[in-house]
């Protein structure tokens, strides 16, 4: 993709000078960051919602299971009309669908109820996610692509950081449906800004591709492998990190809202340190960022036994995870500019079916073996990333 055709492209939906990142991309950090804490507020607050439902645990945790399932299928099958309706106009719809999915988990009578809801607002951030992400490189001044989708990204430490701190302390005080109330209210308020921004969407003429078109264009097919085996090495682990403290290291369950934190940290703070990525070989980049997130795996697998350890290189497993996202869907939006929409629909169809595949895989693995092993595991899948990063 030129810098002229890039420019071109831009340039109807930028608001400041040339070379300046545009307000709205403050707007898609905080769609982000919404959609992040319901991605992540139902693990604190699932005992307290089961004794109230007087299910089990795990029962309420389907509803976790349901977002993603929702988010995965919305991704691969409907996306693909983000190109053909427009980013902006897409986003709109799908953060309506996804207040209505909240104000069903808030309002639920029973788990059934719950489980719904949660799958409406995976349907909708299927949708959602990809069309912040197309917006966020389409408005980007040219050069800074990176720096603002970086400072996109930044909305998920917004998200670990408030809603997992947050959450069971809103449950503890008020309710926990109080918690879903404030993420409604906060999908609310982007809906509203969303439907008064003045931004107007840069539509493709060409029919919706199938949903795996975007596999024919060249080099979309590796960087998907390379996403696949990444989330899938951080599900995998970052799932059963919290139990490995509470067993193993008999921590209190505090513990593990202090690793999310530091993990939150770690990954908002790559953003100060815009242009680094800059300095590396562009063909090579990404596979270094890769590289670097396999070497905190290997630290974790001889370091996981210290809590102080762990807290240290969680910091730096954000900071290379934000690295390794970042550059990764700069990559795939830069294949084909004109596919924005379908390509990232493909990628986060990959995200969360290697959420799934990742906790479901590596929990016999450490029930067996522990924890260390998953590590080991991680690593190997983060140089299977790398490898194919560099084709």
Known sequence: MSETHQARLAAPLMNTDEG???PSVLLLTAAVAVIGCNSLVLSPIAPEVARSFSVSVPMVMSGTGAFGFGTA?????????????????MLRMAFGLFALGLAASALSSGVAVLVAGQFCAGVAAGVALPAIYASATAIAPPGRETKTVGIVLTGWTLSMVAGVSLSAVLADWLHWRAVYGAVFLLSMGALAILFFSSHQDTQSREPAPSPM?????PGVPPL???CGAFMTAFYGVYG?????????LGLPLSANGMVTLVYGLGFGGAALLDGFEHRLPNRFSLSLAFAAVCVVYLLLAVGSGSYGAVLALTFFWGLANHFGLNLLIVRLTARNPAKRGSIMGLNSAVTYLAAFVGSLGFGPLYAAFGFSILNVIAAALMVVSALAAAK
Do not use: C, F, M, T
């Not at 299928?73 to 106009?89: E, F, H, K, Q």
């Not at 990190?241 to 193993?248: F, M, N, P, V």
């Open 240 to 248: 059963y990190l919290g139990d490995h403290l509470h067993e193993a």
């Open 213 to 217: 078109a975007a596999l024919a264009i």
């Open 73 to 89: 299928a919305s991704a691969l099958l409907l996306a693909r009309y983000i190109d053909r309706v427009g980013a902006w106009r």
């Open 224 to 226: 998907l492998l390379a």
């Open 20 to 22: 300046r990142i545009p």
